[in-house]
């Protein structure tokens, strides 16, 4: 079974500041909503002081007139309020979803508030309470159906508060017909306001699918050019043990008995056409990175035998492959990506028994499923202590001698198995071995 990844505290962080970075967004648009309402009312006391006549005019559009004191104490609610949420939620970043949820719950209270007080539900402006039910929108579904039922029982509220009201208006018809011109305005108004606010919730949708957009070509490319990276870094690190290897026997050449010397020759050889190899995929054409999209010929898992048995050098390698891995069972992950991985690999349990005396050699058990392949290299050589296995996946961690790993081998290995969608960890005692085990699936994911 693969092993589930962990949560990503960096992503659910990210996550977080958007859901933020909307929740502000929106209580900004709110703020400016109420400022639009109470300057609404701000002229309409303008217009009673300065025009008394054109006020008259303006009210038998809207019957019945506002009750003053209870609209003015309603208003200095709202400056405040809005005061108070530019000055310590906006201005700080402290604003939430629920925070500008409970937002619109005042401002629909607040609109309530001034429809009892200037008709109830005989006032046209009634449908204004739509108002704060598309604004939700921009905060989440469960906030848009809360502020809708909360709407809806503020009207009924208006309703059971001004019976008497309507009983009258429906017998007095110059009430009706003001209403009627009433609704009218009012209609506008509200048509006006949801278009305006719609309008930028689809302004801001396409803003972020645009910036998703591009960020996503980004990210595309950036993941290619980190997965050439790796692959090349992979390689040079892959360069290092065959070229240290023929460095220790030139260096040694000259002091050794005959058959000593053919031996060497015979490594030397052996590791020269090892680093022709890595040289020829790196320099090929055929280079495989999932990230650039080719596809990759299916394969068999049992191709990779011979330069497995040729990674190990001169200590004994053992492969071992389980009933499943049969021909038929193909793969059409990289190939070559695979084949570094465990070489690398391989290449590491071979020096780890070069440093321990009576190390039988390398085994390397294959295994596959449906969906998976499972491989383990096991050795019997130095081990590693409990510190070194903790670190072993750092960057630039090594145990060997200085100037003989660069320290990415297991590092770069894990990158590249995150890449294929796979998994690895290592088992290791001081003295007495290390088991590294991979799984990944055998076909890219979509």
Known sequence: ???????????????????????????????????????????????????????????SWFPPPPEPRGTAAVMLVLIALNLATQHWILRSGRATANIAGAHL????????????????????????????????TQISPRWTWALAAYCLLGFAALLLLASGTLDAMAHATDSLTMRIRGMWVAFGMAGAFV?????????????????????????????????????????????GSPLGTIAALVGDINYMELEERDDAITTIKQELLRCKHII???????????????????????????????????????????????????????????????????????????????ARGVVIRFDVDDSSAAVEVVDDGAGMTSEARERAFNPFFSTKAEGRGMGLGLYLARAHLRQLGGSINIESRPGEGT???LRFPLRPSV
């Open 105 to 136: 719950l005042i401002d629909a209270t607040a609109l309530t508030a001034l429809l009892a007080l200037s008709g109830g539900a005989a006032n046209p402006f009634t449908m204004m309470l739509f108002v704060p039910i598309t604004l939700a």
């Open 435 to 437: 088991t590294v085990r």
């Open 280 to 358: 020829h995929q790196m320099a090929s054409p055929e280079l495989r990175v999932p990230q650039l999209g080719r596809v990759e010929t299916p394969w068999s898992l049992r191709e990779l035998e011979d330069e497995l048995r040729v990674a190990a050098g001169t200590v004994r390698a053992r492969v071992v492959f389980a009933p499943t891995v049969t021909p038929r069972a193909k793969l059409t992950q990289p190939r070559e990506v695979i084949g570094q991985i465990l070489r690398e690999l391989v290449s590491n349990a071979a020096e780890a028994c070069r440093e321990r005396d009576g």
């Open 1 to 59: 079974m693969l092993r589930a990844r962990s949560p990503d505290p960096a992503g659910s962080q990210a996550q977080l500041r958007r859901e933020d970075d909307s929740a502000s967004i929106a209580l900004r648009t709110f703020v400016v909503a109420r400022w639009v309402l109470l300057g609404l009312i701000a002229l309409g006391w303008t217009v009673q002081l300065v025009h008394p006549a054109a006020w008259r005019w303006l009210i």
């Open 195 to 239: 278009t305006y606010f719609v309008h930028r919730i689809a302004l801001s949708l396409e803003r972020q699918r645009v910036e998703l957009a591009r960020l996503h070509v980004e990210a595309l490319q950036d993941h290619n050019l980190a997965a050439l990276g790796t692959l090349a870094a992979g390689a040079a690190h892959e360069l």
